[in-house]
């Protein structure tokens, strides 16, 4: 009843005496009983109250959420409050009036923030355009935030903005947009950029240069703003932007107004070539740009090249560039141009400090070049080219130049002041420029002793003018100078004039021996050999060389006997030296004969021996020890020299020097002879007997002369305990065990116990062995020794004395001899060890092989070891002694590490049978494991797989199942399997088993009960299709089992592809209830196969999740009727109703087109079906439709439509109910037009009160929910004309659709066809 119709009749109720107003009375309970106004009703009730003012009521209801919020309803508001408007838009998601709410209210931040919660796309460029009017600077925010955009995405082309405020030529806000809007400086965005920069160029460059300050852009037009840069007077940014050489050019022309700082800065980015053109170009341009020039040339000149920077200097005559170029880089260069260059250009510039201290102090330049430019400069101070002669020895060259110029003021200077170390090249020079020697002797005065004395005596005396000095050299003498070159000097001049040069040279204790003797060796030898002598080892080569050619022999005999220095007798004794015959011969004759030194005689001897001439050293020898004075006769040392030349010259002699010397080394030399290449065993051998060594002659007779004859001969004559030790020894390697076991026990020395116990083990001499084992436990405490008794005892079947040591006191390791005789074979022996042990384990091992078994049993118990009775079974099971095998197989099965290889050894001998009774025994031991029933389970699978399945089921929870599955598999035992792996909870493994092998595994009921608790989903796909190839009857049952848990559209797949979806209709039937498309398509499809229609129309009707045009289309062709139907039924569904009315109007289906059509709400449908009536004659359907589609069907079409064709009788119902309700709502006009003529009355009457149609009643307070809320005459919809009381003008037979009749509804008569 909530409708326009009843509001209005509310509103034109009068109100009743006393009592507030109908229309008042509506709203307060629909607002008393908590319910919310819709639409119009809201629409009715604000509108009042915006004309009254009444903000409090309408902020109440939008609290209280009473009015229903529309765009209507908020255009009205927005006359008393832009923020309730805004409230309202907001929840009537009108979203353009939102944001221009938030336009008005100057909250532009909001409206982004709004834009991307709703996803709404406006027209914002007319929005900002409107804005910009009103609000720049909110509109320049609004910009921007409209270009950050949602997740990074701009919600409006940056260049639409920079259009809408360029067009009202807001510059500052556009170019901080852009800012904003490029600070990400994208490649894609330089196009803007350029246009920011260019707009800024042209109106306000101060700006421009700013934002090229910032260096924010890079992607940029850069020749084209560097043109605009150029125009707008910023030469400096114009510079930096042009890469064209000439333009570059051109700008530089205007350096003036750039700082020197940017050009120097901006140089870098040029190429060498093009910064070496504009450095030129700005030379030639303006003189003024040379400290510019020189700047840039500083800094960047290794790239340059500062040969090229000279020459661009040069070629305008620059020298003060030059200079001052070079001068900032000359400390950092090495290049020699450079600083000749430099030198060059100061000497030019006048500045002779700068060229003197580069002379002085530089190391790079040319010396000869800069030293032939300042001779040819000819400088009036000749200082820079004394400095550069002296420091690169040019001293000859100077000293000509200036004596050849008359400087000689200079000559003194130099060599007094400057470098005095120069003086002798100097005078050099002067000599050869045959100068005075006056001037020569006065400038050595001036010198004194600064001047070296050496190379002044080299250079004067290369000329042969020594005498010159000579004043100068005694001047130096007697001021007490020691230089050797001072007295060489002098000493060369004594020769030369003989003034007592002898006498000279034996006394003066300063000069060079080698020096002067060299000097003396062709005027005197004599002199030289007095020169060379008096220096005493350091001219030994010269001394000897002189005398040996000059014949001096003698001489240097002498001094070879004195000086006693081996290094020079090496020299003259060498092979090399054709004069040593000469020389020895004096030796031997003279100078030795002479020396009563013993030192001499002995340096000179250990000469002769170095030197190998052991023949010449013999002689020397036999005539000092054996025939000169007794005090050389019995020097040890000689007669040791003697013996020792002997053997390595003369092998003859030494036996004869042996016998006659006594007072020498005896071991020593005993050695020697003994070693090799001399072998003189005979006569070492003697020394020792002569010298008591008797345990040294017995290793010479056995090691050396090899004879074990002579050797026991000469330990039978000693009688030591030491030569028998190293007789037995010797005989125990050579093999003689049984005669060394003798020597050992005469020498009572078991020192080599180890040895001979090894070597007699080895021959089997174990009686000999015992006698020297016995001998050694008196004075060895080792437990080898007892060890080897012990076993010495068995070897040779003496176990009573065996026994008897064994149970005395003893050290003997009685468990490794056990171990020895045991593995050898000697089981007796054994036996009786590990019983005295005692040893158990090995004493069973022992009754094994002695084939007592059942002793062996008793000693198992005793030491109860699984290695033992497994040795026990081993044996009796091969002996087939079972009795015994099953009583340590029981001790064995317990153990789980020993029970394979146990069940292993019965399998391969074959004893199936017993290995089963023994574990079947087994498991009644309290010891019993899971590897047993294992096992024995396992045992089954192989030999008796009747009782495995009765067993599995007695024993499952003691059995390693994983082991027996495989066991079972192995063995093709599938059933049982199964059974292990249910029990095992491995259920998928278990359904697989049972479909692999169907045959013997599978049952329906425990397959069902298994598949519910695997966990793999496919296999229930497997399932599916096991099912389909071997029990296709059971599948329903097998899906109702799983419907839960399987993916109902891959299990109806899977079925189509195999062609049986008929077959699992019950299940697709349980499934369909989740309108799943896949299940709803299958459905049809076995419906349209079996020509189910009303199945099939139940099943369209209530889901609808599948391809309805796919099956529409499939179904319009049909042949059955009613299958066509469905097809049009679907077509109404997807609001397909031309296609649905077309095919309901081939199958004569008039009725449903008639439905159709009204349900399309479309006018045009609805004329066209009544015309298709019209035009086929279908009277009876021309009424039913106008009927059907009253609300859609114009009047006046149907009354056209009727008169034409003659069917006014048929159409008549349908003009009356027209008629009729057209009747009415002229009534309605009319009392509304009454009621404002009334009031307009009443107004003429009272023109300054005001009486609402309906107020509250002052008297009852008001109504609940309005406060003092009047009602006045406000139209009742907005969107209604204000002529004829408040309704739309339209024509009189005209009827809005959706407008409900009074009358005739439909449902209110049908006619039946």
């Not at 020699?336 to 400090?353: E, L, T, W």
């Not at 200082?383 to 004596?403: A, S």
Request: negative net charge.
């Amino acid at each position: 009843l909530r409708t326009p119709q009843v509001l209005e009749q509310f509103k034109q109720a009068p109100p009743a005496p006393g009592q507030s107003a109908p229309v008042l009375t509506y709203f307060s309970t629909l607002l008393e009983a908590g319910g919310k106004l819709n639409p119009m009703e809201s629409v009715e009730l604000v509108r009042p109250v915006v004309q009254q003012q009444k903000r409090e009521l309408i902020e109440k209801w939008l609290k209280e959420d009473k009015l229903e919020c529309t765009e209507e309803l908020g255009d009205i508001v927005k006359t008393l409050e832009v923020r309730f408007a805004l409230s309202i838009y907001l929840r009537a998601n009108a979203h353009q009036k939102v944001i221009q709410c938030f336009v008005e209210l100057g909250q532009v931040d909001q409206i982004v923030a709004y834009v991307k919660k709703v996803g709404y796309q406006a027209d914002y460029s007319n929005l900002l355009k409107s804005l910009l009017l009103t609000n720049p600077e909110g509109a320049t925010n609004f910009a921007k935030s409209l270009l950050e955009g949602s997740n990074g995405q701009p919600l409006i082309d940056v260049n639409q903005v920079v259009k809408v405020f360029m067009e009202q030529n807001r510059l500052q806000e556009t170019t901080s947009i852009l800012l904003e809007a490029l600070k990400q400086n994208r490649p894609d965005q330089g196009q803007l950029q350029t246009q920011l920069l260019a707009m800024n160029l042209q109106q306000a460059p101060k700006v421009a240069e700013a934002i090229l300050q910032m260096n924010m852009f890079t992607h940029y037009d850069k020749p084209y703003i560097a043109g605009l840069c150029e125009k707008a007077g910023l030469m400096q940014y114009a510079l930096e932007h042009y890469t064209d050489a000439a333009d570059m050019k051109r700008v530089m022309q205007q350096a003036h107004m750039m700082s020197p700082e940017f050009l120097v800065q901006h140089f870098a980015k040029m190429p060498p070539e093009t910064a070496l053109e504009c450095l030129t170009d700005l030379l030639r341009h303006n003189r003024q740009n040379l400290q510019v020039v020189v700047q840039v040339a500083i800094k960047y000149h290794e790239q340059i090249g500062a040969g090229k920077i000279v020459a661009m200097f040069e070629q305008f005559g620059s020298n003060e560039g030059v200079f001052y170029f070079l001068g900032a880089i000359l400390a950092s260069s090495t290049d020699p141009d450079v600083h000749f260059k430099y030198i060059q250009a100061a000497s030019r510039c006048g500045n002779m400090q700068e060229v003197e201290r580069v002379c002085r102090e530089s190391t790079s330049y040319d010396p000869q070049k800069v030293k032939d430019f300042l001779k040819d400069a000819k400088l009036p101070d000749p200082r820079p080219l004394i400095y550069v002669c002296d420091l690169h020895g040019f001293v000859g060259e100077l000293t000509e130049y200036l004596y050849k110029n008359s400087l000689m003021k200079y000559i003194e200077v130099y060599v007094v002041k400057v470098n005095p170390n120069q003086c002798p090249i100097v005078i050099g020079s002067l000599i050869d420029l045959d100068c005075s020697e006056d001037f020569i002797k006065g400038l050595l005065q001036n010198v004194r002793a600064a001047c070296p004395i050496e190379p002044l005596v080299a250079e004067v005396e290369k000329r042969n003018r020594l005498r010159v000095l000579l004043p100068w050299l005694e001047a130096r003498v007697a001021e007490g100078n020691q230089d050797p070159f001072l007295h060489n000097g002098i000493a060369k001049i004594y020769i030369d004039t003989n003034r007592d040069p002898e006498t000279f040279l034996k006394t003066n204790q300063f000069y060079d021996s080698a020096v002067v003797g060299k000097y003396c060796e062709d005027r005197d030898p004599h002199l030289a050999y007095t020169a060379y002598k008096r220096s005493w080892g350091q001219c030994d080569a010269q001394l000897v060389e002189v005398t040996n050619k000059n014949g001096l022999f003698r001489l240097q005999a002498r001094y070879l006997v004195e000086r006693q220095s081996q290094e020079l007798w090496e020299l003259v004794l060498n092979e090399g030296n054709e004069f040593r015959r000469q020389v020895i011969d004096q030796v031997v004759s003279t100078a030795l004969p002479e020396s009563t030194n013993a030192e001499e005689v002995s340096a000179t001897v250990k000469a002769f021996i170095s030197a190998d001439l052991p023949n010449e050293l013999i002689e020397l020898l036999e005539k000092i020890v054996l025939h000169k004075s007794a005090d050389f006769g019995k020097n040890k040392n000689l007669q040791n020299l003697l013996i020792l030349t002997a053997i390595k010259a003369d092998k003859s002699r030494v036996m004869d020097y042996i016998n006659r010397l006594d007072n020498y080394d005896g071991p020593e030399i005993a050695k020697i002879a003994l070693g090799e290449p001399y072998c003189l065993y005979e006569e070492a051998f003697l020394i020792y007997k002569k010298h008591n060594l008797n345990a040294e002659a017995m290793d010479t007779l056995l090691m050396n002369l090899e004879s074990l004859e002579r050797a026991q001969e000469f330990a039978a004559r000693c009688g030591e305990n030491a030569v028998w030790y190293k007789l037995g020894k010797a005989q125990l390697e050579n093999g003689q065990v049984a005669e060394a076991i003798d020597s050992y026990l005469k020498a009572e020395d078991p020192t080599d116990y180890s040895e001979v116990i090894q070597a007699a083990e080895r021959l089997e001499i174990f009686e000999d062995l015992i006698r020297f084992l016995i001998m050694a436990r008196k004075t060895t405490k080792d437990q080898v020794v007892d060890t080897e008794l012990v076993y010495s005892y068995a070897k040779t079947d003496r176990l009573s004395d065996m026994e008897e040591f064994v149970s005395g006191t003893n050290t003997a390791n009685v468990l490794g001899v056990g171990d020895r005789l045991y593995d050898q074979g000697f089981f007796k022996a054994a036996k009786i060890l590990y019983q005295s042990i005692p040893n158990n384990s090995k004493l069973a091992s022992c009754f094994v092989k002695l084939g007592e078994y059942t002793q062996a049993v008793e000693a198992a118990k005793k030491a109860n070891n699984p290695k033992t009775w497994r040795e026990i079974n081993i044996a009796c099971v091969q002996a087939k002694q079972f009795r015994c095998a099953e009583i340590a197989g029981m001790h064995i099965i317990v153990h789980a590490d020993h029970l394979e290889d146990l069940i292993s050894q019965y399998e391969k001998d074959g004893h199936f049978e017993e290995l089963i009774q023994l574990l079947d025994s087994g498991l009644s031991s309290e010891r019993s494991h899971v590897g047993m029933y294992t096992e024995l389970a396992i045992l089954y699978t192989k030999y008796k797989p009747e009782k495995l399945m009765d067993f599995i089921k007695m024993n499952t929870a003691k059995l390693n199942i994983p082991k027996l599955i495989q066991a079972c598999e192995r063995h093709y035992l599938w059933q049982q399997a199964v059974f292990l792996y249910m029990h095992y909870d491995e259920f998928d493994a278990a359904a697989n088993t049972m479909m692999a092998h169907s045959a013997v595994a599978y049952s329906h009921d425990q397959f069902q009960m298994v598949l519910q608790k695997v966990s793999n989903h496919e296999i229930y796909y497997r399932a599916i299709q096991f099912y389909l190839e071997e029990n296709p009857m059971q599948l329903n049952a097998l899906l109702n089992t799983i419907i839960t848990k399987v993916d109902h559209a891959r299990v109806v797949s899977q079925v189509r592809k195999a062609g049986h979806l008929p077959l699992i209709l019950p299940y697709l039937k349980a499934a369909q209830q989740h309108n799943i498309a896949a299940v709803n398509e299958a459905m049809n499809d076995i419906f349209v196969e079996g020509e189910q229609f009303d199945e099939l129309r139940t099943s369209i009707e209530d889901f609808d999740n599948f391809d309805q045009i796919s099956l529409a289309q499939k179904l319009e062709n049909h042949e059955l009727i009613e299958m066509r139907r469905i097809s049009t039924l679907v077509y109404k569904k997807n609001k397909r109703y031309k296609q649905s009315i077309d095919l309901s109007k081939q199958d004569k289906m008039y009725k449903d087109a008639m439905e159709t059509a009204f349900e399309s709400g479309n006018p045009e449908l609805a004329e066209s079906l009544l015309r298709f009536f019209v035009e086929n004659d279908m009277k009876e359907c021309f009424a039913a439709c106008l009927f059907t589609c009253y609300d859609l069907i114009r009047p006046d079409v149907g009354m056209e439509l009727a008169w034409r064709k003659g069917m006014m009788d048929y159409a008549m119902p349908y003009l009356i109910q027209v008629m009729r309700e057209y009747t009415g709502r002229v009534d309605v006009l009319d009392k509304k037009t009454q009621k404002k003529e009334e009031a307009q009355e009443k107004e003429k009457s009272a023109s300054n009160d005001f009486v609402p149609d309906y107020m509250v009643n002052p008297m009852m307070g008001g109504m609940q929910g309005f406060g003092n809320l009047a009602i006045g005459n406000a139209p009742a919809n907005p969107m209604m004309g204000q002529q004829g009381g408040g309704f739309p003008q339209a024509s009189p037979m005209m009827q809005s659709p959706g407008q409900p009749s009074m009358m005739m509804q439909p449902g209110m008569m049908r006619p039946g066809f």
